[in-house]
């Protein structure tokens, strides 16, 4: 039965189009796990691999030499490194947005999206990772910040926000971790069943946990992704909740504000989202899935991206005004010297990319021409880096006192670890592609089981990885 039919039949968008049926599904999606790499794939992961490299060298040149490589100063004690760490953070919220709440709301354009997001997010908090714990200057000794009795009598001090993040990113991580691997098992028993060699066989079986695609076995997989998605859901809010803190609960004039949280959050789901989009675009094109990551989706991400630009904006222009409200001078000048002082271009670029570059998205005609779609991406991506920029490096830059004011530039170490969490992020995010599915096969399959009339014949070994009260319904 053709998807155009069955749009006929529940009244709503398809979820893939050009009439796919599940063994086409498999044999798509399946494609580009059994197929060599193409020439294509090659040259964005000799990019991805240079650009890590880059990163790595940057690195080894901090923990060897110390900080004292960045262009920090007494003034400036934050730049690069936490700017990058709260972008990384931020761009990992789309995923489990995409996951865990469209999920529980049984928001049905996620199913095609919804694994390329949760990988995005678990690489981009690895990214985010590494941030703190570099600046730390001596990242071997990370583990002081975990709670465990020791022989030095030192403990951690659980009033520090920066100790909250530990604790909140850790949690991050491991919940979409394994929402992210309970999500594969289905169709990495597909993939386990279609393989030829041995050893491609035993380790997909290994992965997939003996999954038989039983009544049971599916029963119990819908449970666990509920209560995981119930578990992710609230990460959401209180992951980006508790970054923000790290700025909210100082007293400098420009941090410390109640706006911070929400503004935080919803920054985040704007960037990530963001994010998602630019690399849809290119994974679809690349690995020929146009017909399931397909336009509709794009243009509902382009509609989450203008609301939550519109939010974003909105926060920006509440802080101008509660500033000048407040009666407070220091506050006025914090604000006044973002828009106007000797760094207000990364001010004016963060306005322009996240406020002005949105509004194109009114528009139908651009919210489905990839092009636009695209280039609004990556500005929204550019905008959001500044804006973290902005929030640290121009508030610290000039402090209550005229003789401690300082102006910051990075050094080729900042730049090379930037450069380098890029590297990371898609040198990971390409070997993703290259050994799992991308798209969620089994729930792609359990729509076009559950229209009426299905092809009989396709009902073979692909229909033990579709849940089967679709099957037969």
Known sequence: MTVHAAEAVLDEPPIVTDGKTVTDVTEDVCRPVERGPTIWWFLAFGVALAALIFGAVAVYHTVTVGIGTWGLNRTIGWAFDITNFVFWVGIGHAGTLISAILLLFRQKWRMSIARAAEAMTIFAVCCAGLFPILHMGRPWLGFWNIPYPNSRALWVNFRSPLLWDVFAISTYLIISAVFWYVGLVPDLATVRDRAKGKVRKFVYGLLSLGWDGSARTWARYEVACLLLAGLAAPLVVSVHSVVSFDFATSLLPGWHATIFPPYFVTGAIFSGFAMVLTLLIITRKVLGIQAYITIKHLENMCKVILVTGMLVGLAYGTEMFIAFYSGNEHERFVFMNRATGPMAWSYWIMVGCNVLSPQILWFKRARTSVPIMFVVSILVNVGMWFERFVIIVTTL?????????????????????????????????????????????????????????????????????????????
Do not use: C, Q
Request: charged fraction near 20%; aromatic fraction near 12%.
């Open 397 to 473: 830059h000039r402090d209550f006192l005229p003789a401690n004011w300082s102006s910051y530039s990075p050094t080729w170490t900042e730049v090379g670890m930037f450069v380098g969490s890029f590297g990371l992020f898609f040198t990971l995010f390409l070997l993703f592609v290259r050994v799992a599915p991308v798209v969620a096969m089994a729930e792609v399959k359990s729509i076009l089981h559950a229209r009426p009339h299905h092809d009989a014949a396709t009902e073979t070994k692909e229909a033990r990885h579709v849940e089967p009260k679709e099957v037969h319904a």
